[in-house]
């Protein structure tokens, strides 16, 4: 399962004591419903450490864990793993000073921290705003230089305030769960483990010889979503109806081409035919500026991809 952040302005109301502590205990008995699922991946991550939780102004957390029928609550949510603050959820190196997020108008770290490491935003069901099982969130994205000014785009995160909520969302939590299990990716911790499987896992992804380094030397919080991506491209491929889809397949990530200046000057790549090629089409991954390009040559039914890596240029 992702990482569960909680949403840090679901802190910030005045409510009624009573009311407080029944918020609590419904968001935790979420959260332990989500690591009833998948105990070994479910961290909560806070922007301070969960006894010195401020559930609303002037009630600490350590109100809650006297009220009925808290104690066993609180003893198990102290077993989970935590992190805070939500920052410390970002890979070594990773500031994302380029992108901001917003709720209303208000910023919001913790939802912008679980769309950028594609975890789950919880909050106390203080507000009926937060009576929902996703959020739309703002997200603004600093444009490469040629570009200026900066892009808005609207993004959802998946969100829980009570058990109800956790319920629309147990079949991606097992999913995540059992493809952790199925596809070993606790055994697979390195680009170069990764590189190895390559030919058995994507049949239909060819790869430039130079990927092969690419692949190898990437950091290792990029193995998971680069094989991710990976396989969703090989199963789209897979399903592509050449005649209902004169595109292409149907990619399960937003695929965009790359500016004509940036295609000009950095995305032509020698092809596996020895010709030159443009491979200006990419997706992203994440955490950071992670780019994939890539070609797909329907008459091969093949994707050729000619770069993993950061984004080209940077």
């Not at 609550?73 to 939500?86: G, V």
């Not at 920052?87 to 769309?115: I, K, Q």
């Not at 040629?146 to 079949?171: C, F, K, N, Q, Y």
Request: with cysteine.
């Amino acid at each position: 399962m992702p990482q569960l952040f909680l949403n840090e302005k679901s802190c910030e109301t005045t409510a009624d004591p009573d009311r407080v502590n029944r918020a609590m205990t419904e968001l935790v008995k979420a959260i332990v419903a989500v690591a009833r699922v998948d105990r070994p991946g479910t961290v909560l991550v806070a922007r301070e450490p969960v006894n010195a939780l401020r559930l609303a102004k002037d009630h600490p957390i350590a109100k809650w864990v006297g009220s009925p029928g808290a104690k066993e609550l609180w003893q198990r949510l102290l077993l989970m793993q935590t992190k805070y603050p939500h920052e410390d959820a970002y890979p070594g190196g990773e500031t994302f000073s380029d992108v901001a997020y917003s709720h209303e108008g208000v910023p919001v770290t913790g939802f912008g921290a679980a769309h950028l490491m594609g975890g789950a935003g919880v909050s106390l069901g203080l507000e009926p705003r937060w009576n929902a099982d996703r959020i739309t969130l703002q997200r603004e994205e600093l444009l490469d230089e040629e570009d200026g000014g900066s892009a808005l785009t609207d993004v959802e995160v998946p969100h829980a305030a009570t058990r109800e909520h956790i319920d629309t969302h147990l079949p991606w939590i097992r999913e995540e769960a059992q493809a952790a299990l199925r596809d070993n990716l606790s055994g697979i911790r390195t680009g170069a483990e990764l590189w190895e499987e390559c030919p058995d896992l994507f049949p239909h992804l060819r790869f430039l010889p130079h990927v092969e380094a690419q692949m190898r030397e990437l950091e290792q919080y990029w193995v998971h979503p680069v094989r991710k991506r990976l396989a969703e491209m090989d199963r789209a491929v897979l399903l592509w109806d050449a005649v209902s889809e004169l595109d292409g397949p149907q990619w399960a990530s937003a695929v965009t081409p790359e500016h004509s200046v940036r295609k000009r000057d950095l995305c032509k790549f020698t092809d596996l035919d020895g010709t030159e090629q443009y491979f200006d089409t990419h997706l992203r991954f994440t955490p950071g500026a992670g780019r994939l390009h890539f070609r797909f040559l329907k008459g091969t039914r093949r994707v050729h991809i000619a770069h993993i890596g950061r984004k080209l240029g940077s």
